[in-house]
Nanobody, 130 residues
Framework: QLQLVESGGGLVQPGGSLRLSCAAS????????IGWFRQAPGKEREGVSC????????NYADSVKGRFTISRDNAKNTVYLQMNSLRPEDTAVYYC???????????????????????WGQGTQVTVSS
């Protein structure tokens, strides 16, 4: 009943761009921080970015800072990850996740995984290769 669905992944050349989308149904994003995570083959899942409840505060992994931008449109119940200047090491399955709690706090979001983020999408594949 509570679903997150990622879309927008695909194959792109190094230096290219993709925009990922994460749409929620069955619940609202309005009072939940949202995170993007990724898992490369043979690697542990890692935090990429997160955004607080109103979009006023964002956080990025050092590896993507300056290249990726997270945003949210609460009216559409959708979060985006704009990925520019993509590198082969960005190749991974990308997941979005919503916090398991609601809050009115505008504090910085967390990039910890469970139990902070309780609702997860199925993932979308991003492949960066020439």
């Amino acid at each position: 009943q509570l679903q997150l669905v990622e879309s927008g992944g695909g194959l792109v050349q190094p230096g290219g761009s993709l925009r990922l989308s994460c749409a929620a149904s069955g619940f609202t994003f309005n009072y939940r921080p949202i995170g993007w995570f990724r898992q490369a083959p043979g690697k542990e899942r890692e935090g990429v970015s997160c955004i607080n409840i109103d979009g006023g505060r964002t956080n990025y992994a050092d590896s993507v800072k300056g290249r990726f931008t997270i945003s949210r449109d609460n009216a559409k119940n959708t979060v985006y990850l704009q990925m520019n200047s993509l590198r082969p090491e960005d190749t991974a399955v990308y997941y979005c996740a919503a916090s398991g709690f609601t809050t009115t706090s505008q504090a910085m979001c967390s990039m910890e995984q469970e139990p902070y983020y309780a609702y997860w999408g199925q993932g979308t594949q991003v492949t960066v290769s020439s």
